[in-house]
């Protein structure tokens, strides 16, 4: 992967969707799919308002057209135009005049970085708000203040959008990012940007699992979806939730609340093996729609890969998390580390060793160190590791956390191996399984 070019073209994919004012409904989260749509297939969905989602109700759709503050003279002093997290995300509608003293319970500042402005919103409670820097703050004086927010909150629809890659397997994998926060880069054009180029690096390939990717406003989204799939998701093997995956900071994997899936581990082992800084941190019931996807009724093996962690970097959920604060080759190196996570998913077979009484004679296939006497390269480590542990049990990924070599090292090596005749696989069917996946999902219905 060329990193600087491909990092180049994620970070202008992240700015064509900056400025759009997203929310979790309206015209900004349309906007934003109709993009992604230029870049890769997706299916657009529309639930009305007022639809029942297990405990959650569909929300009104909201939108906006303008907002501001302006003072005596007509003088904008806070105005969406210039940043659409001026207005508390969801805020009512509201034309009035009023002194200072009415207006500051509805202004949110951050004082302890006076100058960015603060990401707040009012899903569930109508209200309305501006957020500005705190210096801005105090540069306002006890006059009267014209107060618009040209908003609607209506019955409408939510709307989100998926992607769907066909794999020989009806079995499938999951990538989930939240897309309806306005202009913040890391939190989370980061995760829609990389999740879209995962797709459009997977399309047109010959894949095992089918592949779905869904771009969802959070936690009502991500709520909605599994309401509306709740008889399918059995076939969901493995998932990731991709968020904050653009900053400079290392890599953080969350674990699914099973913890010791494949995909949890697939995950460990792809980061142990990256150049970069990494830690795996356990489940916890907070965070990001790995919550929805892990709830005790579903408990899919979902876990969630960042970088900095949200809420731990001071940027998060302000101004600051711009596309500065975002950099072309942490998205690139994070959309490699996706990559590889597929491809372990993808060829994380299990083998049987032909020849499995004694070493079978490597050095008269070729696939031996032909002088005697030194120590076997990693190459032929991989080759005697894979040999020894092809019982039919063992997976790929099993040899790589016991033999501390590479999960595409050992690929390699078994690929090698049954060219030569010293390897079988064991069947597809066996490893991903392609039947009988109604009668799963009824039983995992039962069971939650
Ligand atoms: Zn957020």
Redesign the pocket.
């Known amino acids: 992967m060329d990193f600087e070019k491909v990092g180049q073209e994620l970070h202008q994919f992240a700015a064509g969707l900056y400025p759009i004012c997203r929310s979790i409904t309206g015209d900004g989260i349309r906007e934003s799919l109709a993009r992604i749509k230029s870049l890769i297939p997706l299916q657009i969905f529309e639930v009305p308002t007022g639809t029942q989602v297990f405990d959650w109700t569909v929300p009104k759709e909201w939108n906006i057209r303008d907002a501001y503050i302006a003072d005596g003279a007509g003088k904008r002093v806070v105005d969406f135009r210039q940043s659409n997290l001026h207005v508390l995300n969801y805020s009512i509608p509201v034309h009035e005049t009023m002194p200072l003293r009415k207006l500051k319970p509805h202004l949110f500042t951050l004082p302890a970085h006076p100058d960015w402005i603060p990401?707040r919103t009012s899903y569930f409670k109508e209200e309305w708000g501006f957020c500005l820097s705190h210096n801005q703050m105090l540069a306002m004086t006890d006059c009267d203040y014209e107060v618009c927010i040209e908003s609607s909150l209506e019955d409408g629809r939510l709307s989100y959008g998926e992607c769907f890659l066909p794999g020989s397997s009806e079995q499938e994998v999951l990538i989930s990012s939240?897309v309806c926060?306005p202009s913040?880069a890391n939190?989370?054009l980061s995760g829609v940007t990389v999740a879209a180029f995962l797709a459009k690096l997977l399309s047109g390939r010959n894949l095992q699992y089918s592949y779905r990717f869904l771009f969802i406003p959070?936690t009502i989204g991500a709520i909605t979806w599994l309401a509306r799939n709740r008889k399918s998701v059995g076939r969901i093997r493995h998932g990731l939730v991709l968020?904050c995956v653009g900053d400079a900071g290392g890599f953080h994997y969350k674990k699914s609340r099973q913890g010791d899936t494949e995909i949890d581990r697939a995950a460990a082992h792809v980061l142990h093996h990256s150049d970069e800084s990494w830690e795996v941190l356990e489940f916890s019931p907070y965070g990001y729609d790995e919550r929805q996807y892990c709830s005790p009724g579903f408990n899919l093996a979902v876990g969630c890969l960042m970088r900095s962690v949200?809420g731990t970097f001071a940027q998060?959920?302000t101004s600051a998390d711009n596309l500065d604060f975002i950099r072309p080759l942490s998205l690139a190196k994070s959309l490699r580390v996706c990559a590889d996570i597929v491809n372990v998913l993808e060829n994380n077979y299990r083998y049987r060793n032909e020849l499995p009484y004694c070493e079978p004679q490597l050095g008269r296939r070729g696939l031996y160190q032909s002088t005697g006497g030194q120590a076997g390269g990693e190459d032929i480590m991989a080759r005697l590791w894979v040999l020894n542990l092809s019982d039919g049990k063992h997976s790929l990924l099993d040899i790589a956390e016991r033999s501390g070599i590479s999960f595409s090292i050992l690929s390699e090596a078994a690929e090698i191996l049954s060219d030569k005749g010293l390897l079988s696989k064991v069947s597809e069917d066996e490893r991903i399984g392609t039947t009988g996946v109604i009668a799963r999902d009824e039983c995992n219905l039962r069971r939650s």
Do not use: A, E, V
Request: overall charge negative; hydrophobic content about 20%.
């Open positions: 990401y939240h926060h913040l939190d989370n959070g968020t949200w998060y959920h």
